[in-house]
């Protein structure tokens, strides 16, 4: 889950307010144009924006190997995903501006630390392997939070969520290749296949953030349709669905309490480490300096091209306007 | 298919296939990095066509060589006196004004170069090139159109700019070099003769870099050795200890 722990606004009691809710009732859309509550805008700003910010902070986990990949088919494959993600993050950042911010304020807000992107992408990526588990598990587990948000009562967000669904099933197919092709490689890469799965694990189970069934915020979010399930519903799929596929791969998940409960039909697995999750969440995570530190390299050194760019724009309209 | 020498033929195959490797390689360093999202996706573009003509360049240059090595065997296992890129385009990256000269220095090159190369008298050559040149057709469209808009922009744009055509200008010859290899290309009607793309060459990018108000530095001195493997410069081994890392550190391991 891209967007974690987004705090919701209230909603009034207003006339329009009641109105408004019975319309996502009907599982009519909301459009940018028609009249919403404050806080519903507000809330939807701050989850797409951090939905946003993931897929741009998450370029650099995988650019990271893109430069090392093994061969030149794993190299380009790599490479679509990572454009892929840039795009998501071009769909969601466009939703945004239709509530009326503008990427680059957005963007101030991400480097300055205003605003938030997913705790997954403060983990390194240390071996070759992680390429496969980042697909494989992070991607999985987004996919999970998205294919239900194509449903969500904005239009353009449910509308950038159904493109975005359309490429993430591919992006998690690569990764679980990755690491078909290590678990049944040599003892080495084996090795780098479980080592990927020990370390990602936990920190995929974060993405989904913490247990928010009594929180009011989710309550309300779910009201409105911007959330489409609690944390724990989303955890609990992830886990069933990625157990067997670890198995199939012939790797152990590090958790020794991860049994099959016949009762409930899903697994019982140990909750992650919440102090850790915090600490990430707060910047202190292991890559957290690194991550927001390239970025704010590339926003700052890129500042002569988009103004050089903007600048000879100026100057053509105005020769255009001259010559008319 | 005119009769031609076969180490040669692989030669100029790896000449082609290596000048894609190395430059896919250097833009994919961008990824994650650029200005601003869209040039993200427009430098990621541009990287993974130039990683497909490498496939088509580089397997097609093992089968000349008949010793079955595949595309990837010759990216990630040769050293660098066996790379065949001009010295150009294993260039750092620098800035990302010298970044997109580069690009628009090599992308105008490899237009004229293709555009020959689809009339081949090798069936194999002419496919791989019509469907190369449609890919570099839009590289130097877009690569031109950030050298004019950055070279026209504000005077810090126009500066670094001009530094980086400064900068790079020296490399450009090279491209333009000939011997025996090409010699025999041109005989048998593979390849074009280099020479004869020069006029069209100079008039193309001599067009854009007046539109970006940018000038050709005096001088005729021309960096070589790239393409025919003699001296590379000290930049490739670095990228190929990246590069080939992982099938050097593991050999005979399938990926
Ligand atoms: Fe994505
Ligand atoms: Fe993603
Ligand atoms: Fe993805």
Redesign the interface.
Known sequence: MYAQMVKSESADDSAEAKAFQERIDAGEKIEPKDWMPAGYRKTLIRQIGQHAHSE?VG??PE?NW???????????IL??K??DE??H??YL?CAAETLGVS?DELTEMLLDGRMKYSSIFNYPTLT?ADMGAVGWLVDGAAIMNQVPLQRTSFGPYSRAMIRICKEESFHQRQGYD?MM??AA??P??KAMAQNALNRFWYPSLMMFGPSDKDSIHSTQSMAWKIKMNTNDELRQKFVDQTVPQAEYLGLTVPDETLKWNEEKGGYDFAEPDWDEFFEVIKGNGPCNTERLA?RN???D?????????????E?RAIKKVAAE | MAQVDQAQLFEFLCRMGDNT?VLG?RV??W???????????AL??T??DL??Q??MWLGLAGEVEGKGRS??DL??LRDVWDFRNVLLVEQPNG???QTMMRQFLFDAWHLAVLTALAESSNDRIAAIAAKAVKEVQYHVERSGD?V???G???S???Q?MQKALNLLWPYVGEMFVTDAVDDAMAKAGIAPDLATLRAAFDTHVGGILTEATLTIPDGKFTHKGGKTGFQHSEHLGHMLT??Q???RA?P????
């Open positions: 741009i370029q650099l650019g893109i430069t090392r990949a093994p061969t030149l088919e794993r190299k380009a490479l679509a990572v454009q840039a795009g993050g071009l950042y990427r070759w990755i092709k290590m490689g040599t080495e890469q390239a390299k590339a926003w050194d890129g500042k002569w091209v988009r103004d050089g760019l903007l600048a000879h724009a100057k | 490797l390689h994919s360093e990824c994650g990095l650029a200005p601003v999202l869209e040039e993200d996706i990621a573009n990287a993974l990683i497909g490498t496939q595309a990837d990216a990630m800035d990302f004004g950030t004019i808009g950055l026209d922009g504000t810090e744009s126009h670094r990246q590069m890392w992982l099938q593991y005979g391991a399938t990926w």
